[in-house]
T-cell receptor, first 115, second 113 residues
Framework: EAAVTQSPRNKVTVTGGNVTLSCRQTNSHNYMYWYRQDTGHGLRLIHYSYGAGNLQIGDVPDGYKATRTTQEDFFLLLELASPSQTSLYFC??????????????FGPGTRLTVL | GDSVTQTEGQVALSEEDFLTIHCNYSASGYPALFWYVQYPGEGPQFLFRASRDKEKGSSRGFEATYNKEATSFHLQKASVQESDSAVYYCALSERNYAQGLTFGLGTRVSVFP
């Protein structure tokens, strides 16, 4: 089973603060994703990547940057945090399988509060 | 854009009841459809998928059949247990298969002994 870890698990910051959320997967998956989960909106895709140095824009990218430094590590950056970014953030990974829709493996989540 | 609608926001059942969660989708192409389950304090877990019309996906006693005409992928389980209490998400992927999922809002299932 794929292992996806996230840190920190909880984070509180102030409006305008700088936050970095970290994600690591240890199963050599090439695709990684960042989602946010909010009541009334479900899970929404922020950014994703198919390999080190690659970044693709998701459905709700405004206010977020991301960077994939290695195959294992994917970071989400909030450079000027706003209260609207208070949310539960999930990282996920999946493997590239030809002609198949690969399942995504999710981490345990990071709860971010922006005051 | 793509969207997924889950009719039930919450469902309360007794053990051994039959569970149905309705999922309908809107997509311009021919998407793959998924069910995920999320337990408290955890990330969503893949339950199963279907990628073509009339294909049935199943896992752990849950099943759903892809219905392209009705644009539906309803989740069913014949006899629920208390351990099935969780939030269930229907999702689709219309983009190239590894390019992210579009989720429904989720259905909270509570099973009472």
């Amino acid at each position: 089973e794929a292992a996806v870890t996230q840190s920190p698990r909880n984070k509180v910051t102030v409006t305008g603060g700088n936050v970095t959320l970290s994600c690591r997967q240890t199963n050599s998956h090439n695709y990684m994703y960042w989602y946010r989960q909010d009541t009334g909106h479900g899970l929404r895709l922020i950014h994703y990547s198919y390999g080190a140095g690659n970044l693709q824009i998701g459905d709700v990218p405004d206010g977020y940057k991301a960077t994939r430094t290695t195959q294992e590590d994917f970071f989400l950056l909030l450079e000027l945090a706003s209260p609207s970014q208070t949310s539960l953030y999930f990282c996920a990974s999946s493997v590239d399988r030809d002609n198949n829709y690969a399942e995504q493996f999710f981490g345990p989540g990071t709860r971010l509060t922006v005051l | 854009g793509d969207s997924v609608t889950q009719t039930e926001g919450q469902v309360a059942l007794s053990e051994e009841d039959f569970l149905t969660i309705h999922c309908n989708y809107s997509a311009s192409g021919y998407p793959a459809l998924f069910w995920y389950v999320q337990y408290p304090g955890e990330g969503p877990q893949f339950l199963f998928r279907a990628s073509r019309d009339k294909e049935k996906g199943s896992s752990r006693g849950f099943e759903a059949t892809y219905n392209k005409e009705a644009t539906s992928f309803h989740l069913q389980k014949a006899s629920v247990q208390e351990s099935d209490s969780a939030v269930y998400y229907c999702a689709l992927s219309e983009r190239n298969y590894a390019q992210g999922l579009t989720f429904g809002l989720g259905t909270r299932v509570s099973v009472f002994p």
